[in-house]
């Protein structure tokens, strides 16, 4: 209960609004709607976006500001059956609550920085891979983990054409602002027989500047 718990209240403080693409229902809604409906119907949800969007969120786990919201990214691979991607990228800066010191091994303030990855196994051979156990190296000298318990479930076994989605978040101590480039290093995927599909390790460099 705790757990659960401490996983919703993070959540809820970091609500990372990097939005999902277009899928096929949506597009085919689109098709099926008059032009001006259409126009309308994205200017009213536009509208909606920016009245329930804030740069600081409040929650029990403390106080959220968002630094680098939303910023495209164009990383795309194919990793033997596997097609993965990231689009998005954000940064913001988490005051802990007193309650949730212990989370954190007692730091006031961390910064989280999320991407929002997507995965694709092409095949019908199950596949592992498992981009939310990514590491991160900043251009201030820190290498963490991503953080598998705030993480979205976008990594694991793909059994079959199987689509992931989410967002992979990384905890680290530097100020948004002081992070300029950051390396995203990934273990390439497998199959049944732990047999590598594609490349062992890929890397990728990412601009977090405003």
């Not at 989280?112 to 051979?125: G, I, K, P, Q, S």
Request: net charge negative.
């Amino acid at each position: 209960m705790n757990m659960n718990m401490k996983r919703f209240g993070l959540l809820v403080a970091v609500p990372l609004t990097l939005l999902a693409g277009c899928g096929e229902a949506d597009e085919l809604k689109t098709t099926a709607t008059d032009t001006e409906e259409v126009a309308e119907a994205e200017a009213n949800a536009t509208e909606e976006t920016a009245a329930e969007e804030t740069d600081v969120q409040e929650s029990e786990l403390g106080t959220n500001k968002i630094y680098m919201k939303n910023k495209a990214v164009t990383i795309t691979e194919t990793m033997g059956p596997i097609q993965f991607a990231i689009d998005k990228v954000q940064t913001s800066r988490l005051t802990v609550a007193e309650a949730y010191s212990d989370s954190f091994d007692g730091q006031e303030e961390v910064t989280v920085v999320a991407m929002n990855m997507l995965v694709e196994n092409t095949v019908d051979e199950t596949m592992s891979f498992h981009p939310n156990q990514a590491t991160l190296v900043t251009n201030t000298g820190e290498q963490v983990s991503s953080d598998l318990w705030f993480s979205d479930d976008v990594g694991g076994e793909f059994m079959g054409k199987v689509k992931k989605e989410g967002n992979v978040l990384f905890f680290v101590k530097a100020k948004p602002e002081e992070l300029t480039d950051l390396k995203v290093v990934i273990d390439g995927p497998f199959n049944e027989n732990f047999d590598k599909v594609a490349e062992e390790r890929y890397e990728y460099t990412i601009n977090v500047t405003k």
